[in-house]
């Protein structure tokens, strides 16, 4: 079945670090979307990418980084820059599912504790 | 504005029906998703419906939508201990309809 995996679920970080997490996809989707989940709160948009080669600023972007190079993998880097980075962060992609509709699909998200 | 509201608690007996309330801004064609998350996990989507829809069944699930006040919600019939999650109404906008916007998320508890 086709889905999204997210890694690591776990990771701890040193403060100054800089940590990548990754996010691939084999639904075949052009768009891809990072989200920063905090206890008791909604989910709020970080980066995202409509197509390869491409990728925007969501609400929330100082101190992150992206990349997307292939349709498939969309890696979001948490650097030393990102005051408050402990938080669950979410990877989503856009598109068709079975059913046909367009829908956002999420990965189980990656947990981020800096030390 | 751009905010998607939710209530933030909702406690039931076990057996009993659940109903979730949304509000929403968009008065133009949208999707309207309703997904569900347990802890320490990701988001699963539980259903959706388009704007020119009023309602959707889907099993133990009933999705109203009253586009006049712009307000959504998610029955869960015969609610089960396994129901407990966080609820979330999402709202996608954009010509495209890639743009999201999500509530705050209600947190459903059931109790035997």
């Known amino acids: 079945d086709g889905g999204i995996t997210q890694s690591p679920k776990y990771l701890f970080r040193k403060e100054g670090q800089n940590v990548t997490l990754s996010c691939e996809q084999n639904?075949?989707?052009?768009?891809m979307y990072w989200y920063r989940q905090d206890p008791g709160q909604g989910l709020r948009l970080i980066y995202y990418s409509q197509i390869v080669n491409d990728f925007q600023k969501g609400d929330i972007a100082e101190g992150y980084s992206v990349s997307r190079e292939k349709k498939e993998s969309f890696p979001l880097t948490v650097t030393s820059a990102q005051k408050n980075p402990t938080a669950f962060y979410l990877c989503?992609?856009?598109?068709?599912?079975?059913?046909?509709?367009?829908?956002?699909?999420f990965g189980a998200g990656s947990r981020l504790t800096v030390l | 504005g751009e905010d998607v509201e939710q209530s933030l608690f909702l406690s039931v007996r076990e057996g009993d029906s659940s109903v979730i309330n949304c509000t929403y801004t968009d008065s133009s064609s949208t999707y309207l998703y309703w997904y569900k998350q347990e802890p320490g996990a990701g988001l699963q989507l539980l259903t959706y419906i388009f704007s020119n829809m009023d309602m959707k069944q889907d099993q133990r699930l009933t999705v109203l939508l009253n586009k006049k006040d712009k307000h959504l919600s998610l029955r869960i019939a015969d609610t089960q201990t396994g129901d407990s999650a966080i609820y979330f109404c999402a709202e996608s906008r954009g010509s495209n309809f890639n743009k999201f916007y999500f509530g705050s998320g209600t947190k459903l508890n059931v109790k035997p």
């Open positions: 989503a992609s856009w598109g068709a599912v079975r059913s046909g509709a367009n829908v956002l699909t």
């Open positions: 639904l075949n989707h052009d768009a």
